[in-house]
T-cell receptor
Framework: DSGVTQTPKHLITATGQRVTLRCSPRSGDLSVYWYQQSLDQGLQFLIQYYNGEERAKGNILERFSAQQFPDLHSELNLSSLELGDSALYFC?????????????FGPGTRLTVL | AQSVAQPEDQVNVAEGNPLTVKCTYSVSGNPYLFWYVQYPNRGLQFLLKYITGDNLVKGSYGFEAEFNKSQTSFHLKKPSALVSDSALYFCAVRDSWGAGNMLTFGGGTRLMVKP
């Protein structure tokens, strides 16, 4: 158990809908990351937050947004969902957000868009 | 830009034999290199990392990896494979240059250890 928690574990929804994925980092970690894992794209970095501020952005669609709250938990919002958004979404956390930090991953949220 | 290649989609090895899972990388600055393992329906578990120093890094569950700067490689090794090592292995890199701390992952290598 990495100490990173994600809810829900599974999410099934329809095209055009909006969902929110939640992540709680390990105790004491200030940085949160979101990754998407799909069969065709592999594991891709979406976005990083550090202590409430956006630190880095990767291949995140405009339909997707995220935020990190004062208690350091993070939410990833996915809107106008398409079939291709079906994937496993991972949250990870690290202590300080620097390059040498180890990122610890949560169990993921499996999103299925029908 | 940073990138990682795992040239083998699958590696098959007999239990008790040594195993190697290959990884090569490309970065502009100095690399921070990581290995993770993913079991079915589970998240990624951290195995080991190279930041600086000794080129041979030891990690969890008896795994180790050797950093080779001239060959830009970071191969994962274990002297004696177990059936329970069967899983999906990911190599990841972070460039020491640039903002943020994004990891770039390879495509993954499925390790199959047969009894």
């Amino acid at each position: 158990d990495s100490g990173v928690t994600q809810t829900p574990k599974h999410l099934i929804t329809a095209t055009g809908q909006r969902v929110t994925l939640r992540c709680s980092p390990r105790s004491g970690d200030l940085s949160v990351y979101w990754y998407q894992q799909s069969l065709d794209q592999g594991l891709q970095f979406l976005i990083q937050y550090y202590n409430g501020e956006e630190r880095a952005k990767g291949n995140i669609l405009e339909r997707f947004s995220a935020q990190q709250f004062p208690d350091l938990h993070s939410e990833l919002n996915l809107s106008s969902l398409e079939l291709g958004d079906s994937a496993l979404y991972f949250c990870a956390s690290s202590a300080t957000g620097t390059g040498a930090d180890t990122q610890y991953f949560g169990p993921g949220t499996r999103l299925t868009v029908l | 830009a940073q990138s990682v290649a795992q040239p083998e989609d699958q590696v098959n090895v007999a239990e008790g034999n040594p195993l190697t899972v290959k990884c090569t990388y490309s970065v502009s600055g100095n690399p921070y290199l990581f290995w993770y393992v993913q079991y079915p329906n589970r998240g990624l578990q951290f195995l080991l990392k190279y930041i600086t120093g000794d080129n041979l890094v030891k990690g969890s569950y008896g795994f180790e990896a050797e950093f080779n700067k001239s060959q830009t490689s970071f191969h994962l090794k274990k002297p004696s494979a177990l059936v329970s090592d069967s899983a999906l292995y990911f190599c990841a890199v972070r460039d020491s240059w640039g903002a943020g701390n994004m990891l770039t992952f390879g495509g993954g290598t499925r390790l199959m250890v047969k009894p």
